[in-house]
């Protein structure tokens, strides 16, 4: 198995010319779970983005588990922010954690069998098995994310990249999400979560990335958690 | 008149499935412009063939031909194009260019008209019949062509099912896992052009974007499933292109004579109608009885 999960080397990402990261290196350790905290406009949903290809990044190299991103689609998984999908969507609990077979199935017209367990399984798991035939606007926002996160465990990644997955969800959702999060990282995949609240992050999180359009540390959350770092990532640069 | 011998009847037959056909293909694209909050590209797209039919007529082409066809077709995509461009290299709004690719290519479109009116006269009254449709004059050959061409959009349409409805729901999961987001962009546009062309020698180019709008307006009321909603907009559309082309004859008098194309749209909009209202009315119920 790799070591490293994902390495940058130099990244530079603008957006209209205005520089939103710079000079990003790191290497993040596989089997961890590891929250990436800064504050806004720090650019940490923009680092998810340029990892996937999401936003073109200027300069620099990404690589994932040693290879460049686009060998290994199959392995990532991401679960974008709640805001970012079109709720009146005609789609069913079901047919979105279905969408996690889509790239191992793509020319299939029916779920199969094994499909019809695969969503159940990972619907239990997040503990959303009751609804299964809710249309997505019918949903709580925790109840979203938890949908989305079954949709990820449903692509059997080995990363999983989650935009903000606990802004604006109840208690219970924000616990089933971090026990299937923790879940995760105990069969060793490697989960990079943009995180707000930075309290739990010492007590939930193996490792912190800090950022502030650079990187100001990368490391375990009781090296990196200090009131300096702190104090230096939440400064106006 | 049994309502059966539409489909048997030499000379109602053509007509009938003719257009049931164009109506589930363009019912079905619809559903996909539906979802996409893109329903005005059928509208763009259909008056943006005037000038590629006119075009085929000033070259002499005869009104039965499939360059007919393939010209709409060649018009649709480049008008496709151009809102891409407007939008991406100009920076103007969806709405905007929608519009604009519409009134220009139509614009374009009737000038040419005008000239070829006088240059080729045959060729012109043959081709005009593109305006409002003329789904009366469909022989079996026409059926042939467009049986093929709605299979084509139908086949396609089931064999990238899933790449389609990931790219339409959840664009950035699409382009993460790989499903082939440019592929997919240029099937979407070949399936609308296609059905498109399929659209406009029945119902017309004015009247085409009712066929890709009201079936999937309907079809939403009744389903949260985009697989339910692809049936039932199919279902949908084949009723109206049945039931248009049976009343168009049923209704029409020796002095009065009511063409399909628009009967074909006004059924399609009753159905949409009525079921916005049945809608509208279970969620008022359900209302009372929370309230209750």
Redesign the interface.
């Known amino acids: 198995m790799e070591n490293i999960a994902l390495k940058l080397n130099s990244l530079d990402v603008f957006y209209e010319k205005i520089p939103v990261l710079q000079k990003l290196s790191m290497e993040v350790k596989a089997g961890e779970l590891v929250a990436i905290v800064g504050p806004n406009g720090a650019g940490k949903s923009t680092l998810l983005k340029a990892v996937l290809g999401l936003v073109k990044k200027a300069r620099g190299s990404i690589t994932i588990f040693g290879q460049p991103v686009k060998k290994v689609r199959a392995r990532i998984a991401y679960v974008p922010q709640c805001e970012s999908v079109d709720w009146d969507f005609p789609i069913t609990v079901f047919d979105l954690v279905l969408m996690g077979c889509f790239k191992r199935n793509r020319f299939r017209l029916w779920a199969s069998r094994s499909e019809k367990q695969e969503v159940y399984k990972a619907l239990e798991e997040v503990g959303m098995e009751a609804f299964l035939d809710r249309q997505i606007s019918q949903l709580s926002c925790g109840q979203r994310q938890r949908a989305f996160l079954a949709r990820a465990l449903v692509q059997k990644a080995d990363i999983y990249f989650l935009d903000e997955p606990f802004a604006g969800i109840d208690a219970a959702s924000a616990k089933q999400v971090l026990q299937t999060l923790h879940t995760l990282r105990d069969n060793g995949k490697t989960l990079l979560v943009v995180h707000h609240d930075l309290e739990s992050v010492s007590t939930d999180f193996d490792a912190v990335i800090l950022i502030n359009k650079q990187l100001i540390g990368y490391g375990p959350t009781k090296e990196m958690f200090t009131p300096d770092l702190i104090k230096q990532t939440y400064a106006t640069v | 008149m049994q309502l059966f011998d539409f489909l048997t009847d030499p000379v109602l037959r053509g007509p009938t499935i003719g257009t049931m056909l164009m109506a589930v293909s363009a019912s079905l694209i619809g559903v996909l412009l539906f979802?996409r909050?893109r329903s005005l590209i059928a509208e763009t797209l259909s008056h943006a063939t005037y000038p590629g039919v006119m075009i085929a007529a000033a070259c002499g082409v005869e009104h039965l031909s499939i360059w007919i066809l393939v010209a709409a077709f060649i018009a649709a995509i480049l008008g496709y194009q151009t809102v891409e461009l407007l939008q991406q290299r100009f920076r103007v709004r969806t709405d905007v260019a929608l519009t604009f690719v519409l009134a220009s290519f139509f614009g374009v479109g009737v000038t040419i008209a005008s000239i070829v009116q006088h240059t080729h006269t045959s060729a012109y009254r043959q081709v005009q019949t593109y305006l409002f449709g003329q789904a009366a004059t469909m022989s079996d050959h026409h059926i042939v062509i467009y049986s093929l061409l709605s299979l084509l959009v139908i086949s396609l349409l089931?064999?990238?099912?899933?790449?389609l409805?990931?790219a339409?729901?959840?664009k950035?999961?699409?382009?993460?896992?790989?499903?082939g987001n440019k592929g997919i962009e240029i099937l979407f546009l070949l399936l609308v052009a296609l059905s498109v062309v399929i659209g406009i020698k029945s119902v017309g180019v004015v009247l085409l974007s009712a066929m890709f709008i009201a079936p999937a307006t309907a079809a939403?009321q009744y389903?949260?499933?985009?697989?339910t909603?692809f049936v039932l907009a199919a279902a949908f559309g084949a009723s109206s292109g049945f039931l248009g082309s049976y009343l168009s004859v049923v209704l029409s008098k020796p002095h009065l004579s009511l063409p399909i194309g628009p009967m074909i749209a006004i059924v399609a909009s009753g159905f949409a109608l009525i079921s916005l209202a049945i809608a509208r009315m279970r969620r008022v119920f359900y209302e009372s009885l929370q309230r209750s």
């Open positions: 979802v909050k089931m064999l990238f099912f899933r790449p409805f990931a339409t729901f959840d950035s999961f699409s382009r993460v896992v790989g499903l939403r389903t949260n499933k985009l697989s909603m």
